[in-house]
């Protein structure tokens, strides 16, 4: 019956005894884990919920799922924890967390993490619909498709934004200085993961771009590495602004490439005993590194910054990092669930905390908000009348170009008309006051400009190798 099948998993949850590290892929012993559960539960609570099933299927009127029911139950278990990293996964969540960590997937590209309760965009990925639609790092979901989230878990609520390539998808989102919801219509597509980027910026200075530490990710590294040094790089600039993390033996590949012999980072269980040290081999290193982070580049990232920092392998520039410095676990519940549940955290070589604390930089430097604001993507023609997020991010745009004043208001006005025609007079197209696609295109290209120049944290990495 169903309702055994309740009480069943959830005393698989409860004494638990085989698990594996998802992010590192070796198996640990966990009689102690096993023991703490055993000993911490009550029979009297176990008894209780069974009592509780039994009132139900025999009394409750009207119809119900147990399926639902379930779910519910075990999410609220591991939810009544306080840790915002262990959570429930059904099969259907377990299969979603493998796509997204792969390199393509159908989605809306944006990164998310649950920060005090609320779904928060830690970053869109280049390109994606998610980042064209004008999402930015910090912006609070509160619906999808008129459905709250509040009190959904963060697999919940993804599950709600993912869909089939080319359906439509609106978001509900919160954005510091907008005093109401504002709506955003967002078209799925495949998403395509480039987890690295990188370029010569000019002769001897090499760039990669470490948008997250992806399977596969430690591979287009040490590619990217070694074209760089074929072109004569003799410095590097590594970014990690904006990575929210990925996998732990991933980010340990590429510290063995640029963290001298010796410790990268170790990991401490519960009780303080080190149960993990992963350590570097590597004897010399013939090029300079500055590693640019900021409060959104968290975990993975956190670990190679403060391996390169302790280690004095690198010169941090930016602001400080996120602090998420614990080390989660699938903990297979053998029905093709799993519980994922922190079960150690890691410290620097130095003995640093990170969790809660996250890696300062060597040099602060605040980046303008012109330099992290969204880019304009055109999507259609904006005129007196118009309203959205796309008035939002041209009011932005148009101010920090000087063609408008500091306004969060999504309402296309007349003020905006003005604005837009002395952008056009400025920029050689016709003075019409409406942004059809040639003044959408430019505004862009303009704007992209503005924001290579006011990248503070980049030119400050420049100028330190001159």
Do not use: C
């Not at 697999?155 to 080319?166: A, C, K, M, Q």
């Not at 401490?268 to 993990?276: A, I, L, M, Q």
């Not at 999504?410 to 002395?422: A, D, L, M, Q, Y």
Request: proline share 3%; charged share 25%; net charge negative.
């Amino acid at each position: 019956m169903k309702k055994t099948r309740i009480l069943t998993a959830l005393v698989v949850l409860l004494f638990i005894t085989n698990f594996f590290f998802f992010v590192v892929g070796y198996n640990i012993g966990s009689k102690s884990l096993a023991d703490d559960f055993g000993n911490n539960s009550s029979p009297q609570f176990v008894e209780k919920l069974n009592r509780i099933i039994h009132i139900i299927n025999d009394y409750y009127f009207n119809d119900y799922q147990w399926e639902k029911i379930e779910n519910h139950v075990y999410r609220e278990i591991i939810s009544a924890l306080g840790d915002p990293y262990s959570e429930y996964l059904t099969p259907r969540d377990i299969e979603d967390m493998q796509i997204r960590s792969g390199r393509s997937y159908g989605g809306i590209g944006v990164e998310v993490t649950m920060n005090n309760g609320r779904v928060t965009v830690v970053t869109p990925m280049d390109g994606s619909p998610g980042q064209k639609a004008g999402l930015l790092p910090g912006d609070i979901i509160v619906e999808v498709d008129g459905k709250s989230v509040e009190g959904l878990s963060l697999s919940e609520t993804v599950d709600l934004i993912r869909g089939e390539p080319d359906t439509e998808v609106v978001l509900g989102i919160i954005r510091e200085g907008l005093p109401d919801i504002i709506r955003v219509s967002i078209i799925r597509g495949i998403i395509t993961t480039t987890a690295v980027k990188y370029e010569l910026l000019q002769e001897g200075l090499g760039y990669i771009k470490l948008t997250r530490f992806a399977e596969g990710a430690d591979e287009d590294f040490a590619k990217a590495l070694r074209s760089l040094r074929e072109q004569g790089m003799e410095n590097l600039i590594i970014d990690l602004r904006g990575n929210p993390g990925g996998y732990l033996n991933v980010v340990v590949n590429i510290a063995q490439l640029l963290v001298p012999e010796g410790e990268v980072v170790y990991m401490e269980d519960k009780h303080g005993n080190r149960v993990r040290t992963y350590t570097s081999n590597l004897k010399e290193r013939d090029f300079e590194v500055v590693v640019l982070i900021d409060e959104f580049s968290a975990s993975a990232s956190e670990i190679l910054a403060g391996a390169l920092k302790d280690r004095e392998a690198g010169t941090l520039i930016g602001q400080k990092t996120f602090g998420k410095g614990s080390v989660q676990t699938l903990i297979d519940l053998r029905d093709g669930s799993a519980v994922k549940l922190t079960v150690q955290k890691y410290f620097t070589p130095s003995g640093a905390v990170i969790d809660g604390v996250g890696v300062s930089p060597h040099i602060e430097v605040e980046q303008p908000p012109e330099a992290r604001f969204s880019n304009f993507v055109y999507k259609g023609r904006l005129e007196v009348g118009s309203s959205g997020l796309d008035v939002v991010i041209l009011h932005k745009i148009l101010y920090y170009l000087g063609y408008g004043e500091d306004r969060d208001d999504p309402n296309f006005t007349e003020k905006t008309k003005e604005g837009v025609i002395k952008f056009q007079r400025a920029n050689g197209l016709p003075a019409t006051g409406i942004v059809d696609r040639q003044t959408g295109e430019k505004i862009n290209a303009v704007f992209a400009e503005l924001q290579r120049e006011r990248d503070l944290q980049l030119q400050k990495a420049i100028e330190f190798f001159k």
